[in-house]
C-alpha cells in the first residue's frame, strides 16, 4: 500500500512560481511511476506532468510545457512539481499519482494505483 500527500498548493500571482511536493510512504517511490494530475474548477481531472520510475522520461501536457518541471528524489521519496509563469488558467485541485511497476510515463488514469488528496492553487491578481 502506497500513500501520497500533496504539499506546497496556495494563491499565487500571475508570473509567479510555486513548487508542489508529493511525499510518499509505506512502500518505496522507486516502484511506481508518477504523474500529476489537475482539475481546474467545474472541469475534468487531467494529466499535465509525468516521470518515469527511474525519472529518465517525463512528459508534460501542451498547456504546461515550457513552465512546469517534474522531478522526483526516489532517495526521499518524493516527487516536485516546479510551475513557473503562472496564469490563471493554472487554478485548480493538484493531485499525484502512482502507477506500479510501470515502464511508462504515466499520461492518463488508466493504469493509476493510487492517489492523493489533492492540494489547491490558485493564481490570481
Known amino acids: 500500500q502506497l500513500q501520497l500527500e500533496e504539499s506546497g498548493g496556495g494563491l499565487v500571482q500571475p508570473g509567479e512560481s510555486l513548487t508542489l511536493s508529493c511525499a510518499a510512504s509505506g512502500i518505496g517511490l522507486d516502484y511506481y511511476a508518477i504523474a500529476w494530475f489537475r482539475q481546474p474548477p467545474g472541469k475534468e481531472r487531467e494529466a499535465i506532468a509525468c516521470i518515469s520510475r527511474v525519472g529518465g522520461t517525463t512528459e508534460y501536457a501542451d498547456s504546461v510545457k515550457g513552465r512546469f518541471t517534474i522531478l522526483r528524489n526516489n532517495a526521499k521519496n518524493t516527487v516536485y512539481l516546479t510551475m513557473t509563469s503562472m496564469k490563471p488558467e493554472d487554478t485548480g485541485v493538484y493531485y499525484c499519482?502512482?502507477?506500479?511497476?510501470?515502464?511508462?510515463?504515466?499520461?492518463?488514469?488508466?493504469?493509476?494505483?493510487?492517489w492523493g488528496e489533492g492540494t489547491l492553487v490558485a493564481v490570481s491578481s
Open positions: 499519482a502512482a502507477e506500479a511497476f510501470s515502464s511508462r510515463c504515466p499520461m492518463d488514469h488508466n493504469g493509476i494505483n493510487y
